[in-house]
Every structure is written in C-alpha cells, then in structure tokens.
T-cell receptor, first 117, second 110 residues
Framework: DAGVTQSPTHLIKTRGQQVTLRCSPK?????VSWYQQALGQGPQFIFQ???????QRGNFPDRFSGHQFPNYSSELNVNALLLGDSALYLC????????????????FGAGSRLTVL | GQNIDQPTEMTATEGAIVQINCTYQ??????LFWYQQHAGEAPTFLSY????GLEEKGRFSSFLSRSKGYSYLLLKELQMKDSASYLC???????????FGKGTMLLVSP
C-alpha cells in the first residue's frame, strides 16, 4: 500500500520563477493538505483540498495556489518566488470521514525541498 | 487564533525517561496529536488525545488536560533512534486541519 508520494524531491529555482509541486495521496484518502516547513520550525498550514475545492487556507499570499484532480492527487503552485519561499513543502492526506468520527490522522509525504537562489 | 508552545530542545540519556510538554491556546478543540520527525524525513504519527487522561502506546504515552490547555508526551526506555523532533499539533474541529507547534528537538546521548 503506497503512502503519500511527492515530486520532485529536491529542486532549485531563482527569484521570480514559478514552481509546481505534485502529490499523490495515500490510497483511500480523499483530502490533501499542504504545509510549508522552514528549517528548524514546525509545519505551517498552506491550504487544504477536498472534492477538488480549496476548503481551508492558512495565512499565505495569493502567490500560493493549488489544485486537486478527480483522482484526489494535488498540485501546489508558487508564483514569483522569493528567497523566503525556500523550505520543505509537505503534502499530507487524510479521509474526511475519519475526522468527523474521531482521529483524523494526517499521513505525510517525504516532502519537496525547494531552494530559491 | 492558535498558539502552541513547546520547548525548543531537550537532551536525555539512553535508557532514561523524558517528558515533552505542550501548551496550547486555540479557538476550538477537537484533538491533540503528537508526531515524530527525523531529520530530512516526513512527520510520522505517534499519538492522539481528545479526552482528558493518559493514552499509552508501548514506550510512548501522551497526556491531555483540556481545562489547562496542556499535553505532554512521555518517552520511556530512551533509545538512540528516538533522537528526533517531536511536534505537538491541535485540530480545532472535525473538519479542520492541524496547527503545529515549532517542535522540540530531542537529543539522546549514550
């Protein structure tokens, strides 16, 4: 049973460029959340997608956008990259029904490490 | 708003017991989670508390007091492989995602 897979694992961009990160959720999960984790910090919530719609959003600018596809996979897009966008981007999947019934454990992927020069 | 506090770093000796504290102030509460994250790896789920009291799972236990906005993770019989960052996270409602603290880096020495 494959867990959450993310691609690419590492990438380097320059300021002003755009980047797309991809995520395939764990089999059976229907919800995808994206987090940004700076070095030495905890993950910061970017947004969550369910039924192909953005359901919740954290305190991130509009340069951060996303999409969820009918097969539940998701993309994170960041435009006009800044040096401060350098971080580990984590994708986590879950099942919304589990959240309503009790524990809604997020399963994380290994992340995409973005370096902006 | 959400505010979650935990110590930045802790050190302990192999075989010992360590307690990592977490305090939170959130608008709504629907569960507290602990995750473990080794350097360069994905966070992995350790425990979940939604009611007051202690949840035990092998060498790891987690405690919750909702009235005090307080939780701790207790690690017994420490092993070198327990050296990692431990993340406390709160869920505000059944539909919401998790808000994480900054993490506590635990270093276990021989």
């Amino acid at each position: 049973d494959a867990g959450v897979t993310q691609s690419p694992t590492h990438l380097i961009k320059t300021r002003g460029q755009q980047v797309t990160l991809r995520c395939s959720p764990k089999s059976g999960h229907d919800t995808v959340s994206w987090y940004q984790q700076a070095l030495g910090q905890g993950p910061q919530f970017i947004f969550q997608y369910y039924e192909e719609e953005e359901r919740q959003r954290g305190n991130f600018p509009d340069r951060f956008s996303g999409h969820q596809f009918p097969n539940y996979s998701s993309e994170l897009n960041v435009n006009a990259l800044l040096l401060g966008d350098s971080a580990l981007y984590l994708c986590a999947s879950s099942l919304v029904a589990e959240g309503l019934a009790g524990a809604n454990v997020l399963t994380f992927g290994a992340g995409s490490r973005l370096t902006v020069l | 708003g959400q505010n979650i506090d935990q110590p930045t770093e802790m050190t302990a000796t192999e075989g010992a017991i360590v307690q990592i504290n977490c305090t939170y102030q959130t608008s709504g509460f629907n569960g507290l989670f602990w995750y473990q994250q080794h350097a360069g790896e994905a966070p992995t789920f350790l425990s979940y508390n939604v009611l007051d009291g202690l949840e035990e799972k092998g060498r790891f236990s987690s405690f919750l007091s909702r009235s005090k906005g307080y939780s701790y993770l207790l690690l017994k019989e420490l092993q070198m492989k327990d050296s990692a960052s431990y993340l406390c996270a709160v869920r505000a409602s059944g539909y919401s995602t998790l808000t994480f603290g900054k993490g506590t880096m635990l270093l276990v020495s021989p």
